[in-house]
């Protein structure tokens, strides 16, 4: 068991002209939180330790880092959660309802709900929070997820209302971002001198930001306190730091990407459990070749995917099979294709015959056309390479030549978009809401590859347009079987994470929402 520090917070109370009144802030912008002035002394079983990265700033809507979101995900509270299964959990908003087919939500927020100086929480702290997202000047995680935004309006203090300038009826599962408290400055102003004041299971104790950020948990919780009572997030310079950490046990738990999880010391006193993920690997197709327009090919390559096991070879508990873009975890996927004849004899049939030279051809309109094809991979990605060259030798087995072609982000990026190569093999980001327009739909943003079908776009515009989740979740269903049958590209996998963690101090963990894996850890028990 990890000894207990005895933690004094020496406050320097800093004055700051200016000409701006805000009773819900300190006039100098400060680190510390609401609980300044605490001086903990954690008993045994009561403290655990994690990591985030170099200190960039405070506010949950801009740190470039996923391991400092997940902290901050402890102090500030979104309006609901994402769970692991992609059901709704309200938090900040107690209630919501869908209207207007799709394109108005109305949130009820929580009466019970408090920022960590006490001040009430209402509809003003979400509508200043989406401004600030919406407004800010760069990139930002959560601007994308916003941008459909018409506008949006306060009704009451605890009534909010979104109208959208399309129907997305699935825009509530966007709504997992943390709520930062009304204030009169911008958070462009405030990037490294942010007031750390939140609604979260924990508030901030104490930030040294050469070392660490702690925590204590939050008496005053609309969900009753945490059993584990104090964090401590050491700050380290990057996430390779942190594997030497977790091995030299000054580490108690971590969440580790899927590409990084074989790094973490898995020993006797490690656990780890499963997080779902959104990241979604696939070979795009070119529909300039004329042989990949056969949809029966297509088809016989995603088959040749999974009968090789693409993902229990190469990345086992670390991704899981995809049949398409719709995330599995969301709704049941369908069924992998169990069909028993073999892809050599199907080639055949298609009229592809084994050559000489070990290449599959066929006689079309009256000339030789091989199954020669090429695949662009980004070298920036190591694990990607790793999956093309085993795609590569796997479509050899079947009499199909595939030739990579390795280049640089930035060369592979703007190829992509060329059309230059018959397959790209990609990942992106499937949002929660499963609005699949961008990548499937006719003038989608990454269709570079040109698919084009009205019975897709209609499955995806009746599901941004329903209002119940049932009816939903069924359309989702309709929209994986109709992607089967017209394969746009080929699905590969989704990725998943691990949660590592000590279980000579912790008995056992469970995993939280998508947007915080650490959502659960009120139910967290030391040893």
Known sequence: MRKSFIYILIIALLIVASCFVNNNAKQDGSFDSATTNVVYNPSSGESLSMYAIRYDTLNPLITAYSVNRDMLSLVFDPLISVTQNYSIENKLAENFIVSNGGKTITLYLRKNAFWHDGTVFTAKDVDYTINQILNYPEDCIYKKNLQDIEYASIINDTTYEINLSTPNAGFVYLLDFPIIQFSYYDIIDTKDNFYVNGTGMYRVSDVDKFASVSLEANGQY???????????????????????????????????????????????????????????????????????????????????????????????????????????????????????????????????????????????????????????????????????????????????????????????????????????????????????????????????????????????????????????????????????????????????????????????????????????????SLK
């Open 222 to 524: 609309w969900r009753g306190s945490a059993n584990i009572k104090h964090m401590n997030f050491r700050l380290l310079p990057d996430e390779e730091a942190s594997y030497n950490g977790f091995a030299l046990n000054s580490i108690d738990t971590a969440v580790v990407g899927s590409e990084n999880a074989s790094k973490y010391n898995v020993g006797e006193n490690v656990g780890y459990k499963m997080a779902n993920g959104n990241r979604y690997t696939y070979l795009a197709v070119n529909y300039t070749n004329t042989l990949l327009k056969d949809v029966r090919l297509r088809q016989l390559i995603k088959r040749m995917a999974v009968e090789n096991r693409v993902i229990t070879e190469l990345i086992p508990e670390l991704a899981v099979p995809a049949n398409s873009p719709v995330n599995p975890f969301a709704v049941q996927a369908l069924p992998f294709d169990t069909t028993e004849t073999d892809i050599k004899e199907e080639l055949d049939a298609l009229g592809f015959k084994q050559g000489d030279n070990g290449v599959r051809s066929a006689e079309i309109d009256g000339t030789n056309a091989p199954l020669e094809f090429t695949l662009l991979i980004n070298q920036d990605n190591p694990s990607k390479i790793i999956i093309g060259d085993y795609i590569v030798s796997t479509m050899a087995g079947y009499g199909i030549s595939v030739i990579p072609v390795v280049k640089t982000e930035e060369e592979y990026r703007k190829a992509a978009f060329e059309n230059i190569y018959d397959f790209v093999l990609c990942e992106t980001k499937i949002s929660p809401d499963n609005n699949l327009e961008f990548l499937i739909g006719t003038d989608g943003e990454l269709n570079f590859y040109g698919y084009s079908n009205i019975s897709t776009d209609n499955i995806i515009a009746q599901v941004a347009a329903s209002e119940n989740i049932d009816i939903r979740n069924a359309l989702l269903g309709d929209l994986q079987r109709d992607f089967y049958n017209n394969m746009p590209h080929i699905p590969l996998y989704f990725s998943t994470s691990k949660i590592f963690y000590n279980t000579d101090l912790l008995s056992d963990i469970s995993v939280g929402a998508l947007n915080c894996v650490y959502s659960n850890i009120n139910t967290w």
